[in-house]
Each structure stands twice: as structure tokens, then as C-alpha cells.
């Protein structure tokens, strides 16, 4: 497949854990050596899976593209406390999940489905007061975050074992998987964090189609190489 990434493309990008969404493009960026770039939906550090950029005259559709339907699939460690929801931060508090059945984990997961009011995270890239809110939340200052409409198409429980319950959600933009395992620890009773996360698909957009940062840098080489045998 023949790329022209100045004109424009649509990337789809299997973005590697622990990397932010700006690390990929700042090194897309610099590896297709181009200005026009950008991103159409942010994945924390601590996720992995499907990053779609765009280059030159597909950043226009970027708002068009992340604002489709987007499904991951993940873990959620029951009965551990986070303040961030997820691994970023430490264990602050663990409560006994003995007495919790498969039925009624499912049946939590459940309650869910619809369109439903959910609270951002705290450590968040939410703009509180013209800064970041996980900023805040980083210097002790938690702020008070607004609820926001989401719909929950899809939260099935793929696997159970003790703590670990595996999970597949299908969402509207703007939902925060963060936030779903924060309260379906609380729906429970006993807490809960999101152990990991991979986004699986947005709209038509699927991973298994996604290229990693190493087959990028490979097409770019190439043309490099074609076009010096040309020239």
C-alpha cells in the first residue's frame, strides 16, 4: 500500500502502553517528517490499542472521527482503592470481595447499560478553572468535577478470577472506563480500579488493522530509500 501522508491519511496507530497520545504523534510527526497532525481520541498512558491520526487534509475529520462509537475491552481489579481509578497511583484502601458471586458482578455490570450520568476521574485532562484537573490532583487539589450524559451500549463480563474481572464495553465519546470500574466498585460495595485496558475499535476503525510505531517508521524508510533510487 502506497502512502502519501503530507497530502493525507488516516492512521490507525497501535499505541504502546505507558506511551502518552501525544508521544505517538510527536513521533509520528517526526518520523514522517510532516506538520500536519493530529489525533482523533486521547488514550491514557496506562492504555493501550487503536490511536487513529490523521495527516494533512484528513485533520479535518478528526472531531467526525472521535466522536464514533468506540469498544475496548480490559480488567477491573475488585476490592482496591485508587484515587486515580487506575495503577497510576497506589492501593489507598481494600475491602473483602468473598461474598461476591459471578451473578451479581454481572448483574452490576448490567446497570450500567443505557445512557447514564458519569463522573470524570479526578486525574483527568478535564479543564477545571483554565488547567488540567489531573494537574490539580497531583498537588492535593481535587477538583469538583460536573457529570456528564454517556451511553453504555455494551459491558459484558468476559471472565472472572477472584479479583480480576475481565470486561468488553462498547460507549459513546467521552466516556471514561476509569470511571466505569470506579463505580461499578461502588455499586458493589467494595472498590475497584481498572487493571488495563485496550481500545479494540472506533465506528469501523478496528485494531487488528492498526499499524505499530516500528511498521511507520519501516514505510517511511522505504520511501526514503525508493526515492533516492530515483532521483
Known sequence: MSYNFEAGEVLLIDKPLTWTSFDVVKKVRNTLRIK????????????SGLLILCTGKFTKSIDQIQAQEKEYTGTIILGQYTPSYDKETEVTETKDISHLTPETIKAAADSFVGTIEQVPPIYSAVMVDGKRAYDLARRGKAAELKPRTITIKAFDITNIEGEVVSFRVVCTKGTYIRSLAYDMGVKL???GHLGSLVRTRIGEYKLEDALTIEAIQEIKKAQLEANGSNS
Not at 36 to 42: D, L
Open 36 to 47: 500536519k497532525i493530529g489525533h482523533a481520541g486521547t488514550l491514557d498512558p496506562l492504555a
Open 189 to 191: 460495595g467494595v472498590g
